[in-house]
Each structure stands twice: as structure tokens, then as C-alpha cells.
T-cell receptor, first 114, second 114 residues
Framework: ETGVTQSPTHLIKTRGQQVTLRCSSQSGHNTVSWYQQALGQGPQFIFQYYREEENGRGNFPPRFSGLQFPNYSSELNVNALELDDSALYLC?????????????FGPGTRLTVL | DQQVKQNSPSLSVQEGRISILNCDYTNSMFDYFLWYKKYPAEGPTFLISISSIKDKNEDGRFTVFLNKSAKHLSLHIVPSQPGDSAVYFCAASDSGGGADGLTFGKGTHLIIQP
């Protein structure tokens, strides 16, 4: 069973640029959630995708957007990067079954905005 | 406004003793609670969970207790082992872990002393 993978591991961008982060779900999972973890904080929910549609969203501005593909992999796009966007971005996959669905996390992408 | 609070940033426990990690929440709509463990450079790993209809759940060395009236939960690890040294996150959900994602605390760094 393949776990959740994310790419790239690290990247550095400058303020105002755009970035795309990628996530491959665990085999058999159909739901992907993205979280932002700033230094010294817990992960904060950005949004969730189920069957290629955004299924829920946390308190993040529209410049944070995403996609889910037919194979359930996902992308997180951030436009007009700000210094405060520097964080660890975590992807989590789960299988929606109608009851509580445990989320399995990837190792994360460390984004630094200069 | 933090809805999930872990008030101890760090905790040091001797190997073989009991580790008790605490978590408080403010949102009475939370109906599912989870504990995740995180090593450096890895994503959070699910440890144990509890539904709001229960007050205790046990899995091997790990037990989670839920006190709904006090809006408090705790994770007990007995006996503590060196491999338990990690950051532990308390998380909660008000939608069965669905579209609203998980709400995390800031984490407690557990250090197991030999």
C-alpha cells in the first residue's frame, strides 16, 4: 500500500510569485485535504476535495486554490505569495464512507517566501 | 480564537513512567477527537481517536479519555518508551472529519528521558 506523497519537499519563492504543490493520495482514497502549518503552530485546514469538487474550506483567501484529478491526486496553488505564506503545507487523504474518516498525512512541502 | 488548546508546549517524562498529555476545546459541536504524533521531517501519524459518545478508548499503550462536561481530553501513554519522543497534536472535528476538516492544537513536545 502506497502512502501519501508530496512534491516538492522544499522550495523557495519570492513575494508576489505563484506556487503549485502536488499530492498523491494513498491508494484507494477519494478525498484530499490540505493544511498549512506555520512554525510553532498546529496544522490549519485550508480546503478539502472530494470527487474533484471543493467540499469544504477553512479561513483562507481565494488566492489559495486547488484541484483534484480523476486519479484523486491533488494540487494546491497559491497566487501572489506573501511572506506569511511561509509554512509547511500538508496534504492528507482519506476514504469517504459516511462515518468518520481517518486522515493520512504526507510528509509535507516546506515553502519559504522571501 | 483557538478552539483546541494544548497548554503545555513541552513535557519531559522518564522512560517506563506514564505520560499524560492534555487538551481542552471550546467548540461544543466537536463530535470526534483524535491524537496525532509527529516526528521531524514527517507528516503527522494517527495514534488514537474517540467519539463524543464515549469517555474512554484504549489501544495498547495508548488510552484517550474524554470529559465532555469539562471539554477536556487527555492521552495516556503507559509505559513511556524512547520512541514516543515526538510532538503530539490533539485534533477535533464537528463534521465526522468531513468537509470542515480537522481543527488542531499547537502541539506538545514529549521528551522521554532514559
Amino acid at each position: 500500500e502506497t502512502g501519501v506523497t508530496q512534491s516538492p519537499t522544499h522550495l523557495i519563492k519570492t513575494r508576489g510569485q505563484q506556487v503549485t504543490l502536488r499530492c498523491s493520495s494513498q491508494s484507494g482514497h477519494n478525498t484530499v485535504s490540505w493544511y498549512q502549518q506555520a512554525l510553532g503552530q498546529g496544522p490549519q485546514f485550508i480546503f478539502q476535495y472530494y470527487r474533484e469538487e471543493e467540499n469544504g474550506r477553512g479561513n483562507f483567501p481565494p488566492r489559495f486554490s486547488g484541484l483534484q484529478f480523476p486519479n484523486y491526486s491533488s494540487e494546491l496553488n497559491v497566487n501572489a505569495l506573501e511572506l506569511d505564506d511561509s509554512a509547511l503545507y500538508l496534504c492528507a487523504s482519506s476514504l469517504a464512507t459516511g462515518v468518520y474518516n481517518e486522515q493520512f498525512f504526507g510528509p509535507g512541502t516546506r515553502l519559504t517566501v522571501l | 480564537d483557538q478552539q483546541v488548546k494544548q497548554n503545555s508546549p513541552s513535557l519531559s517524562v522518564q522512560e517506563g513512567r506514564i505520560s499524560i498529555l492534555n487538551c481542552d476545546y471550546t467548540n461544543s459541536m466537536f463530535d470526534y477527537f483524535l491524537w496525532y504524533k509527529k516526528y521531524p521531517a514527517e507528516g503527522p501519524t494517527f495514534l488514537i481517536s474517540i467519539s463524543s459518545i464515549k469517555d474512554k478508548n484504549e489501544d495498547g499503550r495508548f488510552t484517550v479519555f474524554l470529559n465532555k462536561s469539562a471539554k477536556h481530553l487527555s492521552l495516556h501513554i503507559v509505559p513511556s518508551q524512547p520512541g514516543d519522543s515526538a510532538v503530539y497534536f490533539c485534533a477535533a472535528s464537528d463534521s465526522g472529519g468531513g468537509a470542515d476538516g480537522l481543527t488542531f492544537g499547537k502541539g506538545t513536545h514529549l521528551i522521554i528521558q532514559p
